[in-house]
């Protein structure tokens, strides 16, 4: 098993947690070969399903990388969490959750089962399809690119620069999205969108293929450890009680049916998408003892194989190692 517990005599250099890291990457990186990158969505096949990579940005700016850093990918599920976002702050908090519940689904992330069996009032939850494209309706704008704008900005406010939409992953997801579409035809029956089918699929497809990095999604975790404030300029750039929602939903919904478990395991609030990446958020935590990041801190994995639910395979296992090591839980 590997190494690395923090005890009071450690001294919690940059160098000395970076040591640590480089090592359980190496270590977890053998179970990719255990998971099968996403297909459904043609071009992410191309991902290599080998890749592994972590990054972890503290309150305090201090920043640990490793392994696959540099790999692109698009953000997918993860961006069901910032249209969440910036549906809460265009429309109010009030009016989003009137159209999309708060419950955790304990089905995969695009079942249709539940809207027709339970016939209710709304959506399960923004994390799931059915609720995230209901939240995509809700943006405000007659285009993609309206609805998109104040996401685009938020990205940009959090990571200093505008991330590129891959058009060629919008591509392949729209020309195979049956079963989108299959639940985007029930949510008009049901009268839950609140603008046009193709639009609002559209705005779905491309809040997914936004393409971003590891460290972007450290940031992002970041901001939301930090309550919505960015720690270094304490701007607040999502409302606090914006973040807390989006962080309560991350922790019940946000790793697909393995939401329990990974609450249960690791115990920290969490979205994972199916390109791979994950965006992990350890909140600011007061413990006696000398621990990493008791300020909080960010988390981006990145690792394109995936197990049965959608997870990231080896990027799961990564991060419940860290979590149980450096006493991440918020429990
Ligand atoms: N674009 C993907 C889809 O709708 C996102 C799903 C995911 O990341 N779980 O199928």
Not at 204 to 232: T, V, W
Not at 257 to 281: L, M, N, Q, R, T
Request: proline content about 4%; some cysteine; aromatic content about 10%.
């Amino acid at each position: 098993m590997v190494q690395g517990a923090v005890n009071q005599n450690t001294k919690l250099t940059e160098e000395w947690l970076q040591n640590y890291v480089d090592e359980w990457v190496s270590f977890f990186r053998k179970y990719t070969k255990n998971g099968e990158v996403a297909s459904y969505i043609p071009i992410l096949q191309k991902a290599n399903k080998n890749h592994l990579g972590i990054s972890i940005i503290g309150n305090e700016g201090m920043t640990i990388q490793s392994g696959d850093v540099h790999v692109p990918f698009t953000i997918q599920s993860i961006s069901k969490v910032f249209t969440f976002i910036v549906a809460c702050m265009e429309r109010g908090v009030s009016y989003v959750l009137n159209r999309v519940d708060v419950e955790p689904t304990g089905e995969a992330f695009n079942s249709i089962m539940h809207l027709e069996i339970r016939q209710l009032r709304k959506p399960f939850n923004p994390f799931v399809n059915a609720g995230a494209i209901t939240v995509a309706s809700l943006l405000k704008g007659k285009t993609s690119e309206e609805k998109l704008e104040p996401l685009f900005q938020l990205f940009e406010d959090i990571l200093g620069y505008r991330p590129r939409l891959n058009m060629d992953v919008f591509e392949s997801e729209k020309e195979t999205s049956v079963r989108n579409r299959a639940i985007g035809y029930y949510l008009v029956e049901m009268g839950y969108l609140e603008s046009e089918l193709e639009l609002t699929l559209e705005t779905y497809f491309k809040q997914c293929s936004i393409e971003i990095s590891i460290h972007d999604l450290a940031r992002l975790g970041m901001i939301l450890a930090n309550d919505g404030e960015d720690p270094q300029t304490e701007i607040e750039i999502i409302p606090r009680q914006v973040a807390r929602l989006a962080k309560s939903l991350m922790l019940t919904c946000g790793m697909y049916d393995a939401s329990g478990k990974f609450a249960a395991y690791v115990g920290i609030p969490a979205k994972s998408g199916v390109s791979g990446g994950i965006v992990a958020v350890a909140p600011p935590r007061s413990r006696n003892e000398d621990l990493p990041f008791l300020e909080g801190c960010g988390i981006g994995v990145y690792g394109p194989a995936l197990d049965k639910q959608g997870n990231s395979i080896a990027g799961i296992r990564l991060l419940r190692h860290i979590a149980t090591k450096w006493d991440l839980s918020i429990f």
